[in-house]
T-cell receptor, first 114, second 113 residues
Framework: DGGITQSPKYLFRKEGQNVTLSCEQN?????MYWYRQDPGQGLRLIYY???????QKGDIAEGYSVSREKKESFPLTVTSAQKNPTAFYLC?????????????FGNGTRLTVT | GENVEQHPSTLSVQEGDSAVIKCTYS??????FPWYKQELGKRPQLIID?????GEKKDQRIAVTLNKTAKHFSLHITETQPEDSAVYFC????????????FGAGTRLAVHP
């Protein structure tokens, strides 16, 4: 069954700790994305990657970091520098960037920082 | 940069009625406009999309219209059913050579039996 897998579904961390959210896809897609979803604000782009070993900042990259060492994987680290980390995080992929290819989303990770 | 506004934020209809959700965008060069549906606790899924060279597209009970001059596009759902209840997001692709989508804030649609 092809798709995008995000883990864990729920994540709890103490303030000041870094945390890494996992995103794996077996769709053979080149492009991967991280979005943050907050109530009433839609989806906001954190980072995206068009190809392995390359990634670019989105609109709200401050306090986040990513890596793209493998085509299948695009982990997101929420650092202690992120002022409001509690949110729902969605990973997505598309066949390629630069085309009107649909985004395929994972089921998301709900992060709670206290 | 691109900005997308979506209205209304909530919409309540009776089963069988029609529902219309409207979005406006700021970048006149935007050329791709998808709509995503997110059911409670689930991932967003593409339900329909339209490109700027087309004015209207229909898929069964769902249709999208695009007015490039006014820079707005709308989702129309006819004969609504309870399973249409979800949050709907519009999006516009920003110019810049890659698939960057700017999303609206979402519309929570409730269809009452």
């Amino acid at each position: 069954d092809g798709g995008i897998t995000q883990s864990p579904k729920y994540l709890f961390r103490k303030e000041g700790q870094n945390v890494t959210l996992s995103c794996e896809q077996n769709l053979n897609h080149d492009a991967m994305y991280w979005y943050r979803q907050d109530p009433g604000q839609g989806l906001r782009l954190i980072y995206y990657s068009q190809i392995v070993n390359d990634f670019q900042k989105g609109d709200i990259a401050e306090g986040y970091s990513v890596s793209r060492e493998k085509k299948e994987s695009f982990p997101l680290t929420v650092t202690s520098a992120q002022k409001n980390p509690t949110a729902f995080y969605l990973c997505a992929s598309s066949i390629r960037t630069g085309l009107d290819s649909p985004l395929h989303f994972g089921n998301g990770t709900r992060l709670t920082v206290t | 940069g691109e900005n997308v506004e979506q209205h209304p934020s909530t919409l309540s209809v009776q089963e069988g009625d029609s529902a219309v959700i409207k979005c406006t965008y700021s970048d006149s060069a935007s050329n791709y406009f998808p709509w995503y549906k997110q059911e409670l606790g689930k991932r967003p899924q593409l339900i329909i999309d339209i490109r700027s060279n087309v004015g209207e597209k229909k898929d069964q009970r769902i249709a999208v219209t695009l007015n490039k001059t006014a820079k707005h596009f709308s989702l129309h759902i006819t004969e609504t059913q309870p399973e249409d209840s979800a949050v709907y997001f519009c999006a516009a692709r920003a110019t810049g050579g890659y698939n960057k989508l700017i999303f609206g804030a979402g519309t929570r649609l409730a269809v009452h039996p």
